[in-house]
């Protein structure tokens, strides 16, 4: 009873224009083609003013594989990354990295084609629409809650007539997985600035082209070896 009256005064609060909203995302992730269990993160995603800030954090380093080994995870600098999104000047940057070397990528909102399905999905007392769509060389499903009208969600992903509580990836032997787990609403305005104010940028189709030419040189390095180095990831950059 408690959480349903909750999510009432929550959207009584978004139709009275209190915009600051706190989502909590538990993520899975394993992009190793099925070989490992999945690696746990969180992301936590503030929405305020048409502009949002989401922070992730590693939660766990090493997993043991289905065939009975273990995978150790390496910690490439800190475990909070950022991801800054600008609603009204269609802005998105993140700090990416390639291997050791970080990069402040510049992008733009306009990244999603979505295609709005019939089906439905509760998810934290919320009943969410199912929309689907290609993103840089995947396929995923979100579910998005028409209630709580913020075109925002985990990571990248954004553009829905609703906030997205729960996105995966599907058609793909990697997983990723991630959905609300929590969700609190501030009752002021909270201001949110770009932390990478003053930083480099990097526009994301110069970004795509270092991608290439140093997984390509050192996948080529890793042959020689008994170590095998992967380029995959969540946007495959090949495509």
């Known amino acids: 009873m408690n959480n349903i009256l909750y999510y009432v005064a929550l959207l009584f609060c978004f139709a009275t224009n209190a915009q600051t909203i706190e989502v909590h995302y538990q993520i899975q992730i394993d992009l190793s083609g099925g070989k490992s269990q999945p690696n746990l993160q969180q992301y936590h995603l503030t929405n305020s003013q048409g502009k949002s800030l989401q922070k992730k954090f590693l939660e766990k380093h090493s997993s043991e594989n289905r065939d009975g ?31 050791t070397k970080a990069f402040v990528v510049e992008d733009n909102l306009q990244l999603f084609k979505w ?94 082209k270092e991608h290439k030419r140093k997984s390509s040189e050192m996948e080529a390095y890793s042959q020689q070896g008994d170590v095998k180095i992967s380029s995959s990831g969540w946007e495959l950059h090949d495509e």
Do not use: H, W
């Not at 080994?69 to 998105?92: E, H, P």
């Not at 969600?153 to 990723?176: H, Q």
């Open 69 to 99: 080994s273990t995978s150790r995870f390496v910690k490439l600098g800190n475990d909070t990354t950022f991801i800054y999104k600008n609603f009204s000047t269609d802005r998105l940057i993140s700090e990416e990295r390639i291997f």
């Open 115 to 208: 295609t709005i399905e019939a089906d439905t999905l509760t998810v934290l007392s919320q009943k969410c629409r199912k929309a689907s769509t290609k993103f840089r060389g995947r396929e995923y499903i979100a579910y998005f809650a028409e209630d709580i009208p913020i075109p925002d969600g985990p990571y990248k992903f954004n553009g829905l007539p609703g906030l997205i509580l729960k996105v995966l990836m599907v058609n793909s032997d990697s997983v990723f997985v991630a959905e609300a787990v929590s969700i609190r609403l501030n009752g002021t305005n909270k201001e949110i600035r770009n932390p990478f104010e003053g930083k480099k940028l990097t526009r994301y189709e110069d970004y795509k």
